[in-house]
């Protein structure tokens, strides 16, 4: 992805004392960075502020990591939004994620348009309440001809059920006879997964310190590079980011070899 080196200096001025965008090497940004937003609740909590109210804020750290995103050159950005455990949570907290979801989406399309930032989702997303499927479908409509970055959200996302799917798929076209059992490769199967067609992430970074990956991306995360901060998510900000990004190029990749090239 091109960046505006203009730009980005404009975005990343007065940086505070630990972090500055030369910290950071701009042509080995991560190509895919996933994102476990975590920590609303317990930061409205310690605020004496209701649940929602976290999950409000956290729609600010949510426009910060795209627009960092797309200013740092990142191809994928993906975060996980709502799980398929979610739906445990109280009815009415899920309502109002759903329903936030919906106006969010639609308060943001213009900064997808001028931004050039094409919508896709992870997640079974017929199971959804009508007003958020239609508003997600719409996001899709919309930016479907857009060539810059891709924003995903995983939304009534699960790992295993993903992953179960896809094993459902691949069953069922060798039952028909149009797949042969023997050609079942990593490669076929990862077609049949919500990330079709789209790169692993390099960098998964995951808020509020906990250090578990909640049935996220197993397939996908088996390389990836973990950066996991204390902040909860409506505190994290392009400057948290900057500092993931210096942990992952401080990092050596060697991919089960000997050393990366
Ligand atoms: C974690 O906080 C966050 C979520 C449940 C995901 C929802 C994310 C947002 C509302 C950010 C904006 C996103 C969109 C798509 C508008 P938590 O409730 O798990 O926090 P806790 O662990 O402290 O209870």
Redesign the pocket.
Known sequence: MIIDQEKLEEYYAKPPEDVSLRDVDLSRVPRHVSII?????????ARGLS?PE???A??D??REAVTTSVRLGVDVLS????STE?WK?PQS?VDL?MH??A???VRELPLFHQENVRLRFFGDLSALPKETFDVFQQGLDETADHTGMTFV?A?NYGSRAEIARAAREVAQEVERGSLRADDVDEGLLASRLYTEGLPDPDLLIR??G?LRLSNYLLWQLAYTEFYVTDL??PDFDRWEYLRAVRAFQSRRRRFGGVEAK
Do not use: K
Request: charged share 15%; with cysteine; aromatic share 16%.
């Open positions: 937003m975590d920590g609303n609740g317990r930061w409205a909590q649940r976290g999950h409000v956290g729609v750290s949510l975060c996980y939004a709502f979610n949570r907290e994620l936030l979801f106006t969010t989406l959200l939304v808020t509020s906990e909860y998510w």
